[in-house]
């Protein structure tokens, strides 16, 4: 075996990992997640990653990659009034409702008729607060954050994947050479938290709804993309319906839905992965091996994150985003037809507006169709 299938793996594993860690962080915090609970969380969502990753690959000898929805928790972490009962319920119908999509085709169709300008509008306007907020973080902690953002810019232009990890490794080095961070936690090994869920309509239609129509249009469809383009022919509905089924498994220890990945896809799906397409299946044991691991040290990590820097914290997720952003607003904006359908799914939801207790990403959603319809009602 080629040692380019575990190098592209564990690559691709520390950049989906590293880099957007910070966000779930932000997300746990968003909706009251104790400590333990958020540990619970981070070994909980790696533990499935494992599962799904490495069972798909071998059953479909295909590079199935799964990851957590980044978007989906920039979703989470700008939600208000929610507490982890919530979420976890909503994070149960989620899965519930990912099930169903891979059961039942039509309702595959129906969301992939979803137009694309204004799920990325409302995709946007979830994760533009969190680029914003980056930028807040230069004035209130400058000598710091001015030299990582520098960094990431430059690292970007060669390796684009590891820039934000470079930063968050950086900046975390910075912090304890300068006496910022006390002392680290000593290393521990993860337990995972039950916590029972609570419905609410207002979690099922402001998080739930959201979170699955994010899932299934950022993350799910890219993710068939990555694999179509590197040749692979997957039935979707069966892979739709492990994630959701292992998502519902492992919500209630506060794990957020698990998806079809698309960048770490890209990283193991490729020729460097393997000059054979039929042996780059192999990238899922390995990749499910690193998450192992980092579901054993979820307790630790998640410690370490807790004495970092704040002003770090916002910056990483902020950084994490700014890809997911970019490409947000390029698809927004892409159509002319739809750009103010786009546009108005992005404002709404980057208002934070809550309406009978349900959050804005929601009724972007609903803002934007309604002006689609409209235009396309004037036509006829």
Same mark, same amino acid.
């Given at each position: 075996m080629r040692a380019s299938v575990p190098i592209s793996a564990f690559v691709a594993a520390i950049v989906g990992f590293g880099g957007t860690l910070a966000v779930i962080i932000a997300a746990a915090e968003a909706v009251g997640a104790t400590q333990a609970q958020t540990a619970s969380w981070v070994t909980a969502i790696c533990l499935a990653m494992a599962v799904e990753t490495a069972w798909l690959s071998w059953r479909t000898r295909m590079p199935v990659i799964t990851a957590w929805s980044t978007p989906g928790a920039a979703l989470?972490?700008?939600?208000?009034?929610?507490?982890?009962?919530?979420?976890?319920?909503?994070?149960?119908?989620?899965?519930?409702?990912?099930?169903?999509?891979?059961?039942?085709?039509?309702?595959?169709?129906?969301?992939?008729?979803?137009?694309a300008s204004v799920a990325s509008g409302m995709?946007?306007?979830?994760?533009?607060?969190?680029?914003?907020?980056?930028?807040?973080t230069v004035p209130v902690d400058p000598w710091l954050v001015v030299p990582l953002v520098a960094a990431f810019f430059t690292i970007r232009l060669f390796n684009p994947?590891?820039?934000?990890?470079?930063?968050?490794?950086?900046?975390g080095m910075v912090a304890f050479v300068s006496g910022r961070i006390g002392g680290l936690p000593a290393p521990e090994l993860s337990t995972l938290?039950?916590?029972?869920?609570?419905?609410?309509?207002?979690?099922?239609?402001?998080? %739930? =709804?959201?979170?699955?129509? @994010? !899932?299934?249009?950022?993350?799910? $469809?890219? /993710?068939?993309?990555?694999?179509?383009?590197?040749?692979?022919?997957?039935d979707a509905g069966p892979l739709i319906t492990a994630t959701g089924f292992v998502s519902l498994l492992t919500a209630p220890f506060s794990a957020l839905t698990t998806n079809l990945a698309a960048i770490s896809a890209a990283i193991c799906t490729g020729a460097d992965a393997h000059p054979d397409p039929a042996q780059r299946w192999k990238t899922g044991p390995f990749y499910a091996l690193a998450y192992l691991v980092f579901a054993a040290f979820g307790a630790s990590l998640v410690a370490i994150?807790?004495?970092?820097?704040?002003?770090?914290?916002?910056?990483?997720?902020?950084?994490?985003?700014?890809a997911p952003l970019a490409n947000a607003?390029?698809?927004?904006?892409?159509?002319?037809?739809?750009?103010?359908? %786009? =546009?108005?799914?992005?404002? @709404? !939801?980057?208002?934070?507006?809550? $309406?009978? /207790?349900i959050g804005s990403a929601f009724w972007g959603l609903i803002a934007g169709l309604t002006?689609?319809?409209l235009e396309a009602a004037k036509k006829h």
């Open positions: 989470v972490a700008a939600s208000s009034g929610f507490t982890m009962a919530d979420a976890i319920g909503a994070f149960v119908v989620t899965a519930l409702l990912l099930m169903a999509t891979g059961l039942f085709k039509p309702l595959t169709k129906l969301v992939s008729r979803i137009p995709l946007a306007g979830i994760v533009v607060t969190f680029a914003m907020n980056a930028a807040r994947a590891l820039s934000v990890l470079a930063v968050l490794v950086g900046g938290t039950l916590t029972m869920p609570e419905f609410s309509v207002a979690a099922t239609v402001g998080l %739930a =709804v959201p979170l699955y129509l @994010v !899932t299934m249009a950022s993350q799910n $469809l890219s /993710g068939l993309a990555v694999l179509r383009a590197a040749g692979y022919r997957p994150f807790a004495v970092l820097p704040q002003s770090l914290i916002v910056l990483v997720a902020g950084l994490a985003l700014m607003l390029s698809i927004a904006l892409g159509h002319e037809r739809e750009r103010m359908a %786009a =546009v108005t799914a992005f404002v @709404v !939801t980057a208002s934070g507006l809550t $309406l009978g /207790g002006v689609l319809g």
